[in-house]
């Protein structure tokens, strides 16, 4: 079958550049079972063709008048999703995003034909309207192998079996890696299998050992003992070929990217080096804009956003040779290389070093292998003692793990069970064990086993004021539904309302924020206890234990970020990198929007003082420069040096000529024009 035989009007070729291919085999069978009626569960190898499925889902869902969620577990794939979903404009349909703002209501969904989206935002409109899923066609879900993720696959189990539960007409349509269970996940969603292990770029899998890389074909490769990897990778660039190493740190990462700056002498490319000289500098500013010079970068979750951008962008454009990642960027971005090398099969955790599951190991190495570029990809394991050899042989001969429900886990059910009642989906013990049988969690499990645990968790939600007994009959109370629609884990809310029985200032609100099981706290080192402790006694904080200093450790970081410290200080202080501080800041500038909603309930009176300390986290600005902060393209540095040059007020922005703005380091004419246009514009609505 051909794309022409799908019977959709010509200008879907559009999509494929007119280029009628032939389906594979699996492309085929999934559209056929879809068209037919089904349910879906496509289980297929990285880069096989999986986005073709899901056009052909979505476009059929539109010429029947139906709208589409696409749903990806993690932000970053969303945003790439999304850049390719947006070809369908074409085709007439609308496109949109929504990744953040769980506050918010499903009411976009009204807006597009198909909205790109986190399974944590869908779960979180479901909250706020479970009837949203009434409008709903079809719901692609990407990555689908994830739900036994231990920290996002809840969320994608509850959007999934939500679906289930309340519209059972709805079409599902699962996208998944490789995976051994696919009977457990195909019975949950009521779906069709479509298993392949066809690629179209075959793999050619290897493990470098002893001064040799042998090939699973038995093809022999010599090097030199102890410099496997580094050789491995000037082969496969020497061929033309990028290629991804994983490691088990950040600090491995940046060793080896060093290093293989040094060896493989690329020349410089100045294109993929280009520099923002208005971009706030850190501490890995300078190091990473030297490696992408010589074709070489790390990858790691220390980096700030705009600079795991940066080096991504570069390896697309095959400008970057060679990237040194830690297995976060395998669940991340399509990043496809020649060669794929696991460097590390271990991790160190809780003080014990452990092998690494094989799910995680072939999702590193099946990114080798470039559609359009290369003919087979490389994807290859270094074992460094006996035990390692064994192990890899192991990864090549094993099955991935089984996918398993994460649902069940305690800490999970108060989050859950609160959802499912303050939406009316389930609102006894009986019911909630009822919706639990429409689960991954219910085809593994006996759902009687959670009956207990649902009964304990009900009795702490009754007893810390998330829901009552009236008449016999449970009722979730405001502060339930409240706490359910801003998406935070009742433990977080425990504590945000502790707050409200204390004096009100900004350290000790800081502290309240760090202190909530939604943020990650940092860790504390002795060297820092002095620091902490005078913190503390400022603040009136008494609680000594370790969780009490690392929530105060991390409430230092966020003062100094809103006192406008410059991140290069923030990072060489704390010994974090821009991406640590980014995550927490992302993350408490929605605790502390809770804790300015939650006020309204327990202390209105300090609300408009907790919700300009929401905007400064968001922003890391004093409250002189909040609203400057406000105009599109100014953040804290722009909007500091607008406010220092005598423009402290939008009306004072909007009375200025494009010369005055332009002269400021940092402005351009184009900026400094929409700068003061935004800032008319703010006048005029607030005058009419």
Not at 92 to 121: A, H, M, Q
Not at 427 to 440: K, R, Y
Not at 645 to 663: C, D, H, L, P
Request: glycine residues 6%.
């Amino acid at each position: 079958m051909k794309i022409s035989d799908l019977g959709f009007p010509e200008n879907f070729m559009e999509l494929f550049d007119r280029n009628d291919f032939e389906l594979y085999p699996h492309q085929e069978d999934a559209i056929l079972k879809f068209r037919n009626g089904s349910n879906v569960l496509v289980s297929v190898p990285t880069a096989s063709g999986k986005t073709l499925i899901a056009y052909a889902a979505i476009y059929e869902m539109f010429r029947k008048g139906l709208r589409s969620m696409y749903m990806v577990p993690l932000r970053a794939l969303a945003s790439e999703k999304y850049q390719e979903l947006k070809k369908l404009e074409a085709l007439g349909l609308k496109v949109g995003i929504s990744i953040g703002d769980y506050d918010s209501g499903p009411s976009i969904l009204n807006r597009y034909d198909v909205l790109v989206c986190t399974s944590e935002k869908a779960d979180s409109m479901i909250r706020h309207d479970p009837s949203m899923l009434y409008n709903l066609g079809l719901i692609v879900a990407d990555e689908v192998h994830l739900v036994g993720d231990p920290n996002r696959g809840s969320r994608v189990e509850m959007v999934l079996s939500s679906a289930l539960h309340l519209n059972p007409d709805m079409s599902i349509m699962a996208l998944s890696a490789t995976i051994s269970n696919h009977e457990d996940v195909s019975e949950w969603l009521k779906a069709e299998k479509v298993v392949s292990d066809f690629r179209p770029v075959p793999l050619k899998y290897g493990i470098l050992a002893k001064g040799t890389l042998e090939f699973m074909d038995g093809e022999t490769v010599k090097l030199h003992k102890g410099n496997e990897v580094v050789e491995s990778v000037r082969r496969s660039i020497d061929g033309g070929g990028q290629a991804l190493v994983f490691v088990s740190s950040r600090k491995k990462a940046e060793q080896l990217a060093r290093a293989l700056s040094t060896f493989l002498e690329i020349s410089p490319d100045p294109a993929v080096n280009e520099r923002d000289p208005f971009a706030e500098s850190d501490r890995y500013s300078d190091v990473v804009n030297e490696l992408i010079g010589k074709g070489v970068c790390f990858h790691h979750a220390g980096l700030s956003t705009e600079q795991r951008g940066k080096v991504e962008k570069g390896f697309i454009s095959k400008k970057l040779k060679v990237i040194v990642a830690t297995p976060t960027l395998a669940a991340g971005i399509n990043l496809p290389a020649r060669t794929v090398i696991v460097r590390d099969i271990s991790r160190f955790s809780d003080g014990y070093s452990t092998y690494l599951p094989n799910m995680e190991i072939q999702q590193m190495l099946g990114r080798a292998g470039r559609p359009k570029y290369d003919k087979e990809g490389e994807a290859l394991v270094y074992a460094g003692t006996e035990r390692a050899l064994e192990k890899a042989n192991e990864y090549m001969d094993g099955e991935v793990e089984p996918v398993n429900s994460a649902l069940g886990e305690f800490k999970y059910l108060p989050f859950n069970v609160l959802a499912l009642m303050a939406t009316g989906i389930a609102t006894n013990e009986d019911s909630i064990l009822n919706f639990f049988h429409n689960t991954l969690f219910g085809v593994q499990n006996d759902v009687e086993s959670l009956r207990l645990p649902v009964s304990e968790t009900m009795t702490f939600l009754e007893e810390n004021e998330f829901i009552r007994k009236k008449l016999g009959l449970w009722q979730v109370s405001t502060f339930g539904k409240m706490v359910s629609d801003l998406y935070i884990d009742p433990r977080s809310a425990i504590v945000l309302k502790k707050y409200f029985e204390k004096p009100h200032s900004e350290e000790l609100a800081l502290y309240y924020i760090c202190r909530t099981p939604d943020m990650i706290p940092m860790r504390y080192r002795n060297g820092n206890l002095p620091l902490i402790e005078h913190f503390m006694d400022q603040a009136g904080i008494e609680e000594y234990e370790e969780e009490s200093l690392s929530a105060a450790l991390t409430a230092m970081v966020l003062k100094d970020w809103i006192d406008e410290r410059s991140m290069n200080d923030i990072t060489e202080t704390y010994d974090i990198g821009p991406g640590d501080l980014q995550m927490r800041v992302s993350s408490a500038e929605w605790i502390s929007y809770s804790l300015s909603r939650l006020s309204s309930l327990y202390k209105a009176e300090i609300r408009t003082s907790l919700e300009r300390l929401n905007l400064r986290i968001k922003e890391g600005v004093r409250e002189d420069v909040i609203e400057l902060t406000t105009i599109p393209g100014i953040g804290r540095v722009r909007g500091r040096r607008l406010y220092q040059s005598g423009f402290n007020s939008i009306y004072s922005v909007s009375t200025a000529r494009v010369e005055q703005i332009s002269k400021i380091f940092g402005f351009s004419d184009r900026l400094s024009r929409d700068t003061i246009r935004y800032a008319k514009s703010v006048i005029e609505r607030a005058n009419r």
